[in-house]
Every structure is written in C-alpha cells, then in structure tokens.
C-alpha cells in the first residue's frame, strides 16, 4: 500500500515513516499543509495519516480539501488533547479515524489496517490476475492455492503490477511507485527485481502473467498474449 503522512514533527515523521515501510507500505511524507495537500492532489494513495496540527494552512483545513477532492481516500487524523478542533467535527469534516496523541505506534497501525480492509479509492484489498491472488493487508501472495513468499520490494513491485492488471506500465513509473526515487536510466534494478517476480510467479505455471512490453516496461495480465509483436514473456 502507498500512505502519505503529513507530520510537521521531524522527528514524529520519520517514526511513522519508518513503522509503515517496516510493514511494508511505501510512504510519503509531507511537512506542511501545503506540501501534503499537494502531494494528495498529485499523488495515488491507498491512505493518509494527517496531523491536524500542521502549519501553512492548518490540518483541519487540508482535512476539508482532501475529502472535497479525494471524496474516497480513507483519512485517519492524528490530533492532541488540546486541540481546538472537537474530535466530532473531525469526524464531521470528513475524517475517517482519528486517534489521539501520545500514542502506540501499534494502535495506528491496526487503525490503518482497518481503513484498508474496508477498502478506499484504490479498490479491494484482494488483488486477482487468473489463479494470482494478492492479500494487501495481510500481505500474502498466493497462486493456484499455492503460497507465495515474497520479500517486501517483490510485494511492492507485484502489488503495483497487479494494480495496474493489463496496462502498460515504465521502468520510470515502476520505480517512482516502488522505490519512490527517480528514474536512472543507467539502473537496471526494475528488470532484475522483474526476474524475481518470474522465478517465484511464473515458473511452475504454464500460463504466464509477467509481460515485457518491447521499448515500454511491463505488464500483468492474464492469458497468454502470444501472437503479439510488441509483447512477449521472459
């Protein structure tokens, strides 16, 4: 899953950016108001931790925008004691979840992960291409009933594929979403991490679902795609 995190707390920030990679989510992480409305804006996210005690406009305000324009993303909101802004109107504005600080990094996270099973603007938690069969929440992957184990990249890099099931999708694409880095064109780590996405999806079927899309990137689709010049399976 990709969550954005508005903190202006430097040190509260990378916290809770390190927590959700260690739980294998890519985060962003936003400043300001400004910065996180932005980034909403521009940014697909599966969820959005916001403090309503960011500056430039105030969280409260970015609530209200986000939820104007993002009417399905899933919203929890960090807020303390002493906030001005009643935890009702929170939920009013257009919260989905709030929770107060101090607070265990433990109970944010099963917050969350109760917001994304409920599902949010990006669609079901369960991921299908054919018999491939992608958990988001439990991280589980499993093909034919057959478990899959994969490290967190893997996970990150098929979940996107299987995100986008049938389209196209870049290198640079690839590792904006998976890596959040830009793209080099002297890297070559999308392909090898490609590679080990076949060994572990593909090589005991058959029917093969990864696809190299010829001077474009890569594709996850079901059924066999033989006969077309510009595709083909590695």
């Not at 105030?58 to 929890?76: S, Y």
């Not at 880095?181 to 029917?207: A, E, F, G, P, W």
Request: net charge neutral.
């Amino acid at each position: 899953m990709r969550l954005l995190v508005g903190e202006n707390d430097p040190a509260l920030g990378t916290f809770l950016q390190r927590g959700f990679e260690a739980e294998h989510h890519s985060v962003d992480l936003a400043r300001d108001g400004q910065e996180t409305h932005t980034m909403a804006r521009r940014g697909e996210y599966d969820l959005a931790v916001l403090d309503l005690n960011l500056p430039n406009p105030d969280g409260l305000e970015v609530l209200q925008k986000m939820r104007a324009e993002r009417p399905q993303l899933p919203i929890l909101v960090l807020t303390s004691k002493n906030h001005d802004s009643p935890r009702v109107q929170v939920l009013d504005v257009g919260a989905d979840d709030f929770v107060v600080k101090p607070f265990a990094f433990s109970e944010l996270s099963a917050r969350v992960r109760a917001l994304l099973r409920r599902g949010g603007r990006s669609g079901d938690a369960l991921l299908r291409v054919d018999d491939l069969e992608l958990n988001r929440v439990e991280h589980s992957v499993k093909r034919a009933n057959r478990s899959i184990e994969l490290t967190p990249k893997e996970f990150s890099l098929l979940e996107y594929l299987m995100r986008n099931a049938g389209q196209n999708v870049t290198r640079a694409q690839i590792i904006e979403h998976v890596w959040n880095l830009s793209y080099d064109t002297m890297t070559n780590v999308v392909d090898v991490y490609i590679n080990y996405l076949r060994k572990k999806v593909d090589s005991n079927s058959q029917n093969k679902l990864i696809h190299t899309i010829r001077g474009v990137g890569y594709q996850v689709r079901g059924g066999n795609p033989a006969g077309q010049a510009d595709l083909r399976s590695l």
